[in-house]
Structure formats: C-alpha cells, structure tokens
C-alpha cells in the first residue's frame, strides 16, 4: 500500500482547507486509516481516524468539530476537511495507515504542509 498526500498550501485564519490522500495497492475496509501532524519542533500529534470503509473512529480534541474525515469511494481517497483553521493547525500533515490488529500505524504518505497565517 501506498499514500500520497495532498492539497496543503497557505490560508489565512478561518479560512478552509481540505487534505486528501490517495492511497494505491490493495486496500480492506479493516485497514484503519488517520491523519497525523507535526508543527516545527514539536511531536508528531495524531488528528483524525477511521476505517477505509468510511466509518469514523476518532478526533483529536484540538479538532473536533472543526475538521472531518472521510472517504471517497470512487476515488480511493481518504480526505480531511479543516474548517475554521488557526496558526496552531499549521503543520505537516501526514496520512497514515495500518491493519486494525497492528499496534503501528505501518502505512506513511509524504506530508504536506498547512500553513495557516494570522
């Protein structure tokens, strides 16, 4: 399996912007997929989750009811639609992904970097 990420870019605060990852190989609804982000000297921090098959597991607090995940099947993309964006969501974002039994997310997009000015 391979990810690529996409559609980062500079945007002002409360502005909008929407990530995807496309993702090629051999996908399972099982595989659990998510978004992570790291900000410039700071720990990589997970955002967002869900399974391939489109149902949603899980938002990090500093996000949620700001950004949404989701799948778009006749693309076999996953997206992440960040609304509302402030300068502390400027970071790269990676897209990630793993089988539900593994402890590691095994599966890394390249990043794309969101920055998000005042």
């Known amino acids: 399996v391979q990810l690529q990420a996409s559609g980062g870019g500079l945007v002002q605060a409360g502005d909008s912007l929407r990530l995807s990852c496309t993702a090629s190989g051999r996908m399972y609804g099982s595989h659990v997929m998510a978004w992570f982000r790291q900000a410039p000297g700071k720990e990589r921090e997970f955002v967002a989750s869900m399974f391939w098959n489109g149902h949603i597991l899980s938002y990090a607090d500093s996000v949620r009811g700001r950004f949404t995940i989701s799948r778009d099947n006749a693309k076999n993309t996953m997206s992440l639609q960040m609304d509302s964006l402030n300068p502390e969501d400027s970071a790269v974002y990676y897209c990630?992904?793993?089988?539900?039994?593994?402890?590691?997310?095994?599966?890394w997009g390249q990043g794309t970097l969101v920055t998000v000015s005042s």
């Open positions: 990630a992904g793993k089988l539900r039994s593994s402890s590691e997310y095994i599966y």
